[in-house]
């Protein structure tokens, strides 16, 4: 059984710092690419930064410049860097993962930014 946990989200003012972190766990072979997806009440869930296997990356527009996604192979997590948060940002943030083949999903982490 694969799980991707979150951790690392909170409250924080506008123009705050937050660094979200995902890590897989289980019988896990290879884990290809990974991502972090984010749903604000009322709206769908969309797609935040993508990261593949090999390290290439992209991120909606909204957030380009101020949010970077990373991996560590070694440890099968994943992060997102969140730097100059807007009220706009708050959502529930989720880590997406193709290991195995197969897609899993986090179970959330809250992002609220709001002074």
């Known amino acids: 059984q694969v799980q991707l946990v979150e951790s690392g989200g909170g409250l924080v003012q506008p123009g705050g710092s937050l660094r979200l972190s995902c890590a897989a766990s289980?019988?896990?072979?290879?884990?290809?690419?990974m991502a972090w997806h984010r749903q604000a009440p009322g709206k769908a869930r969309e797609l935040v930064a993508h990261?593949?296997?090999?390290?290439?990356?992209n991120y909606r527009d909204s957030v380009k410049g101020r949010f970077t996604i990373s991996r560590d192979n070694a440890k099968n997590t994943v992060h997102l860097q969140m730097n100059s948060l807007k009220p706009e940002d708050t959502a529930v943030y989720y880590c997406?993962?193709?290991?195995?083949?197969?897609?899993?999903w986090g179970q959330g982490t809250q992002v609220t930014v709001s002074s």
């Open positions: 997406r993962g193709t290991v195995n083949g197969g897609n899993y």
């Open positions: 289980g019988r896990i072979f290879r884990i290809n690419d």
């Open positions: 990261i593949s296997s090999g390290g290439s990356t």
